[in-house]
């Protein structure tokens, strides 16, 4: 019989320690390949590479490593390398958390989710920055995708998988929160008297409302988050917050 195939990639680069530790997990129940970006590409969302060349180097048995994003290597890698539309579209596990609105701005966040544009079932897992035994922590995110390869989520489905700095056996499912940062945009000086920037602050914090990804992980259990992927407020298609003057609304029925 053949196994159930399961594509995995990260936003850390190929030789991140977190994803060869998983993707050695998964091989126990499912036929693995690796397409990862053979270089750090964190916070690269969902970008894709369309105006340059890209450039894949056979790094070991069914690991290849990517001159370009995150979301190039599932793209690639499901239509170029795959014999077959992978079940399970693995990324990680990142080295820090994905949390709340990090889901916006991760890679490893987007590489889950071209993989449920393309029909398998996308799962994200990340990992406290520091972890003290990241190996066993690793072991969680390993079940979750045994789970939902035993047992076929829909095609398109998309599970955040978050994992405390200490390992926990409890797990929780959960909504997205709301993680704070200390926003920030730091100007400097190059060597020749120009000013250049620097974005993002490091975190600060999280709105603690029950049941979220940020509390779940804040009282030191596992974090399950599925989303989808249909971002239209199909609330405010209902009740349009305005009408427009000098034009007419059509009066459509949604889908
Ligand atoms: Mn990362």
Same mark, same amino acid.
């Given at each position: 019989?053949?196994?159930?195939?399961?594509?995995?990639?990260?936003?850390?680069?190929?030789?991140?320690?977190?994803?060869?530790?998983?993707?050695?997990?998964?091989?126990?129940?499912?036929?693995?390949?690796?397409?990862?970006?053979?270089?750090?590409?964190?916070?690269?969302?969902?970008?894709?590479?369309?105006?340059?060349?890209?450039?894949?180097?056979?790094?070991?048995?069914?690991?290849?490593? /990517?001159?370009?994003?995150?979301?190039?290597?599932?793209?690639?890698?499901? /239509?170029?390398?795959?014999?077959?539309?992978?079940?399970?579209?693995?990324?990680?596990?990142?080295?820090?958390?994905? /949390?709340?609105?990090?889901?916006?701005?991760?890679?490893?966040?987007?590489?889950?989710?071209?993989?449920?544009?393309?029909?398998?079932?996308?799962?994200?897992?990340?990992?406290?920055?520091?972890?003290?035994?990241?190996?066993?922590?690793?072991?969680?995110?390993?079940?979750?995708?045994?789970?939902?390869?035993?047992?076929?989520?829909?095609?398109?489905?998309?599970?955040?998988?978050?994992?405390?700095?200490?390992?926990?056996?409890?797990?929780?499912?959960?909504?997205?929160?709301?993680?704070?940062?200390?926003?920030?945009?730091?100007?400097?000086?190059?060597?020749?008297?120009?000013?250049?920037?620097?974005?993002?602050?490091?975190?600060?914090?999280?709105?603690?409302?029950?049941?979220?990804?940020?509390?779940?992980?804040?009282?030191?259990?596992?974090?399950?988050?599925?989303?989808?992927?249909?971002?239209?407020?199909?609330?405010?298609?209902?009740?349009?917050?305005?009408?427009?003057?000098?034009?007419?609304?059509?009066?459509?029925?949604?889908?």
């Amino acid at each position: 019989m053949t196994r159930p195939l399961v594509l995995c990639s990260n936003d850390d680069g190929v030789d991140a320690p977190h994803l060869n530790a998983l993707a050695a997990l998964i091989e126990d129940f499912a036929d693995v390949l690796v397409v990862a970006p053979e270089r750090q590409r964190s916070a690269a969302s969902h970008a894709i590479t369309l105006h340059k060349p890209l450039r894949l180097t056979e790094v070991g048995p069914r690991r290849f490593a /990517l001159s370009g994003t995150p979301v190039d290597c599932v793209y690639l890698g499901i /239509l170029k390398l795959c014999d077959r539309v992978p079940a399970v579209v693995v990324s990680g596990v990142n080295d820090g958390y994905n /949390l709340g609105s990090d889901v916006f701005y991760s890679g490893t966040v987007a590489a889950a989710v071209e993989g449920a544009l393309r029909g398998a079932a996308g799962i994200a897992c990340s990992l406290g920055p520091r972890a003290e035994d990241p190996d066993r922590a690793i072991r969680f995110a390993a079940a979750v995708v045994r789970a939902a390869v035993a047992e076929p989520m829909p095609a398109g489905t998309v599970l955040n998988v978050n994992m405390p700095k200490t390992p926990s056996d409890g797990y929780q499912w959960t909504v997205l929160g709301r993680r704070l940062y200390a926003d920030d945009v730091s100007e400097r000086r190059d060597p020749r008297g120009r000013p250049y920037y620097w974005v993002g602050g490091g975190p600060a914090g999280h709105d603690d409302v029950e049941g979220t990804d940020c509390v779940a992980i804040a009282r030191g259990w596992n974090s399950i988050t599925p989303m989808h992927l249909d971002l239209t407020d199909r609330g405010r298609v209902d009740q349009p917050p305005w009408a427009l003057e000098g034009f007419h609304v059509v009066v459509g029925s949604p889908p």
